[in-house]
């Protein structure tokens, strides 16, 4: 049984990877745990680069500038000051090199285009395999177009391939309103891979005390349904690898992400509730339903739940979207 798989051009024996929103990375033990029980590759945590400029921003800046932000972004609020700065993030990207000998991908969240592309080019140098661009846009300036943001994403994706030679991939919001468009323009800007989708916090108000109430929760199978979609929309039409993120949990969740397309999951919340022993546990549940439903390799059957299949992908969305409320 082959569970072979190729992610941002690189070989991987299966495609169960350790997603960057969470403090799994973070500590050698845990890392070595990771790779002892079958983890494919590690993405570690972001680097943000408002904590490398180490700048004092306000409570009320610092909210505006990540409302509903993703929850790698609300796993850093509110206290930035206790966030590695540029010379820790790149030793301990060193030191987790040493460490295994899986693939590792470093993850970067930039603020300004000279930020992008510096801080990629010292990640490379502190020996990433690849690089993940966490792009996300609060889109709250209502004098920025739609298309100005996403010309400003493809710049940046642009520029960072051109600084430097590992592979780029994109870590995308849900949020576009013509988003197989959209991640087009990104491929043909030389994106390795598109990492689908990021996960956003849950935001409250609490009334009586005028605060703004930030909570994030272990996703769960059901969340898996947005990249599902994603995945299927992208497989076969872009030339970037494609891996799902978000409500991935099961054996069976691995292979839907495969039949519409994936060419790698990340995990983060299964391991954060089940611990680093539930990787094992889940390639052998996927080997288990290969077995009994008479699949040979994920090559096979990658793809075979995708939108490429279909001749007329909008219409079959209009009539199952009509066909779901008669």
Known sequence: MNLT???LG???PHPLIVGAAGPLTNDLNTVKALEDEGAAALVLRSLYEEEITGEQLSSFFHSDTYDESSAEAGSYFPDPLLAPGPDEYLEHLRQVKGAVSIPVIASLNGATPGGWTSYA???EQAGADAIELNLYHSASDASASAAEVEHQMVQIVHDVKGEVRIPVAAKLTSRFTAFA???AQLDAAGVDGFVLFTRFHRVDIDVLEYEV????ELSDSSELQAGLRGIAVLAGRVKASLAITGGVHTALDV???TMTGAHATQLVSALLANGPRHLRALLEGVKAWMTENEWESLEEMRGNMSFQRIPDPSAYERDA????FR
């Open 321 to 324: 979207f009509r066909r779901l």
């Open 213 to 216: 109430l930030r909570s994030l």
């Open 121 to 123: 080019r010292l990640l």
């Open 181 to 183: 468009n959209f991640a």
């Open 10 to 12: 690189i070989k991987l």
């Open 255 to 257: 292979v839907k992400a």
């Open 5 to 7: 798989t190729e992610y």
